[in-house]
């Protein structure tokens, strides 16, 4: 996975941190934590759009922060076990990787040769 990719996937582990702290924050320096998760998300998401294609790179962005949310919710803040929760994060990330996959070439190609500069 190449350096801009990688952003988008931290800024979706930031922003699973944003979305559950608007929801569980409960003191100043949870909020300001939530918001410092929250920028640093939107940060690393608007560059990685900079350099690969902005459609897919919101769709990527989503979808890994929807999975991670729903998976959070189960394993930190104990939201009841659903099999079908399960089936539909998979479906749902068989489609980010599918939408990553089908990043024209080009975009890819001048990626890598960002890294190298």
Known sequence: MNARWMMVVVAA???????????HADSI????????ALLISFRLMLSA????????VYAVFVGLGT???VLA???V???????VKLALIAILL????G???????????????GEHS
């Open 29 to 36: 320096a949870a909020w300001v934590g939530t918001a410092v």
């Open 73 to 75: 919710e189960m394993l």
């Open 49 to 56: 759009g900079k350099q690969l294609p902005v459609g897919t």
């Open 67 to 69: 999975a991670g949310t």
């Open 77 to 83: 803040y104990g939201a009841p076990f659903a099999p």
């Open 99 to 113: 939408l990553k996959r089908m990043t024209p070439d080009s975009a890819r190609n001048e990626d890598k040769e």
């Open 94 to 97: 068989a489609g980010v990787a």
């Open 13 to 23: 582990i930031f922003e699973v941190v944003w979305v559950s702290g608007l929801k």
